[in-house]
């Protein structure tokens, strides 16, 4: 299994920065794709951004510019920094998870807990 532990959500005001941070654990599997999602109330989750373990991207049009996902394979550790921040982004953030178990062709999904992001003045 995959455990996933998000870090750095917050207050911030509009036009301000964050980073998030997931630090996945476990063993028994290696990690092909991690990504980040979203869940505004009354919405349902969306996708924000996504890297490949090759590094490939691919970002919602509503971030486009102003997110950066990146990760660091070594300590399975992926990454959202979050600049100019819109009270529309307000949201509960998902780390995902996208591993092949070892040995196998089985692929599985994992999830975060998640972590608040509030956009405010």
């Known amino acids: 299994q995959v455990q996933l532990v998000e870090s750095g959500g917050g207050l911030v005001q509009p036009g301000g920065s964050l980073r998030l941070s997931c630090a996945a654990s476990?063993?028994?599997?290696?990690?092909?794709?991690m990504g980040w999602y979203r869940q505004a109330p009354g919405k349902q989750r969306e996708s924000v951004a996504v890297?490949?373990?090759?590094?490939?991207?691919n970002y919602a049009d509503s971030v486009k510019g102003r997110f950066t996902i990146s990760r660091d394979n070594a300590k399975n550790t992926v990454y959202l920094q979050l600049n100019r921040l819109k009270p529309e982004d307000t949201a509960d953030y998902y780390c995902?998870?996208?591993?092949?178990?070892?040995?196998?062709?089985?692929?599985?999904?994992?999830w975060g807990q998640g972590t608040q992001v509030t956009v405010s003045s």
């Open positions: 995902n998870t996208i591993s092949r178990r070892s040995g196998t062709s089985y692929d599985f999904a994992s």
């Open positions: 476990g063993s028994g599997f290696i990690i092909k794709t």
């Open positions: 890297i490949t373990s090759g590094g490939s991207t």
